[in-house]
């Protein structure tokens, strides 16, 4: 089977990353499906943001899920807590969403099993990722054999591949991929403090 007559599940936040992660699917001759994630974040521009680069990508569906991360509070992104102005330490900050891309990629990996894609794309880094412990090579791999282990379709011999494209990307690297596949960065939202 040919990537052109294969779906792939994107995870599309609406940030400039999961945007260039879509459009490389898309290269590629994925039909693509996008599963947005509203996890009660502090701003919602960037829900605004994934819809239009769903439209933008002619995704064949596009599903936004509500999730109130909210509820469990722990990170600026979604409790009352500043958004820090300053450079990146050597500390987890304080924009980590306790588990989120685990969070995420579980559901995303529902919907690939229910749609039977066995393609997910992520937009993760590991070279500009903040410090956080679900942005690395490890987690993404680890959780590639969990997918094998915890479905049906893995259960069966037709396992799942997250796709981190951006895996190894230099920010202005991602910038550049962007132009080059001609989606533009102002369909994108990735400041964590839009005040």
Not at 181 to 189: C, E, F, K, Q
């Amino acid at each position: 089977m040919t990537s052109e007559s294969k779906t792939a599940i994107i995870l599309l936040s609406g940030g400039l990353d999961s945007m260039v992660s879509a459009a490389l699917a898309a290269e590629q001759g994925y039909r693509l499906i996008a599963l947005t994630i509203d996890y009660n974040q502090r701003h919602k521009i960037e829900l605004q943001s994934a819809q239009q680069i769903g439209s933008n990508l002619a995704v064949t569906e596009h599903i936004t899920l509500p999730l109130d991360l909210g509820r469990f509070g722990g990170s600026a992104l979604t409790a009352n807590i500043d958004v820090p102005k300053t450079g990146v330490t050597d500390d987890i900050p304080v924009t980590y969403v306790p588990a989120r891309n685990l969070i995420f990629l579980s559901l995303t990996l529902g919907l690939a099993e229910a749609r039977d894609a066995r393609d997910i794309f992520i937009g993760v880094n590991a070279l500009d990722y903040s410090g956080y412990p679900d942005c690395r090579p490890e987690f993404i791999e680890g959780f590639e054999r969990l997918a094998d282990l915890a479905t049906k379709a893995g259960d069966q011999g037709s396992g799942f591949q997250i796709h981190a494209p951006l895996q190894h990307m230099t920010k202005a690297d991602i910038a550049k991929e962007a132009l080059r596949l001609n989606v533009d960065p102002a369909w994108s939202w990735s400041c964590y403090d839009p005040a």
